[in-house]
C-alpha cells in the first residue's frame, strides 16, 4: 500500500470529511482486522481491536501533526495495531485466570507481530491494486482474469464463456497482472519499509 498521504490524515482531522473517513476507514480497517486475526483472534475479537484503533485515532487526532521526520504513520498504526490485540489478549487471558507462565507456554508458531502487520500491509496493498486494475481494463478482461482467478474453468472455457479467444484470456490475465506488479513496485519504491 502506498505511504499514507498527509493530505488525508489532514483532512480526516475535520470530522464532517465523511468522503475521507471512508477513504480512510477502506484503506486501514481491512489492515488492522486483518492484522488481529493473524494475531489469533477471532472475528469478534478481531472487529474489536479494529474499532479500538480506529476510536484512539479518533482520540488522537484533535491534537495530531503528520511530521514524517518523526516517523512514518504506518508504523504509528502498527504500534497501536499491537497495543490492543495485547489488551484484548490481556482481557482474554483474565477472564481464563491464565497466569503468564501459562501464557508464555502455549506454542507460537505464527509469524511475529512485525511480519503479521507488513503482511497485512502487503495484502491490503494488493487488494487496492487490484480494484484499481479493475478500473484500468476492460469489463470483459476483467470478467477472464476473475475466472481465472478461480480456476474452475480453463481457458478454453472462459474464452467460450466470454466469446473471446484463447489468446485474449491469456492477454487479459497478463494486462491486469501487469498493472498490479508495475503499482506494487511503485509502492516498494515509493515506501521501502
Known amino acids: 500500500m502506498n505511504s499514507t498521504r498527509a493530505s488525508l490524515l489532514a483532512r480526516v482531522r475535520d470530522f464532517a470529511d465523511g468522503a475521507a473517513w ?41 491534537g495530531f501533526v503528520y511530521d514524517r521526520s518523526r516517523g512514518r504513520f504506518k508504523s504509528w498504526l502498527s504500534a497501536v495495531a499491537r497495543t490492543k ?23 507460537d508458531g505464527g509469524p511475529s507481530p512485525a511480519e503479521a502487520w507488513a503482511e ?11 480494484q484499481r486494475a479493475r478500473q ?14 478461480e480456476g474452475e474453468l480453463s481457458p478454453g472455457e472462459i474464452a467460450g464463456k466470454l466469446r473471446m479467444s484463447r489468446g485474449q484470456v491469456y492477454k487479459a490475465k497478463w494486462q491486469v497482472l501487469r498493472e498490479v506488479r508495475a503499482a506494487m513496485a511503485r509502492q516498494r519504491t515509493e515506501d521501502p519499509a
Open 22 to 62: 471512508q477513504e480512510f476507514y477502506d484503506r486501514y480497517a481491512p489492515v488492522l482486522y486483518g492484522y488481529a486475526r493473524s494475531c489469533g483472534l477471532g472475528h469478534a475479537d478481531a472487529e474489536e481491536v479494529r474499532d479500538r484503533c480506529l476510536d484512539r485515532l479518533l482520540r488522537d487526532l484533535p
Open 136 to 149: 484500468r481494463v476492460s469489463t470483459q478482461f476483467w470478467s477472464a482474469f476473475e475466472l481465472l482467478l
Open 120 to 130: 497485512q500491509w502487503r495484502l491490503q496493498g494488493l487488494r487496492v491494486e487490484l
Open 85 to 107: 490485540v495485547a489488551d484484548v489478549l490481556r482481557l482474554r487471558r483474565d477472564r481464563r485466570n491464565l497466569d503468564t507462565a501459562e501464557l508464555l507456554a502455549i506454542p
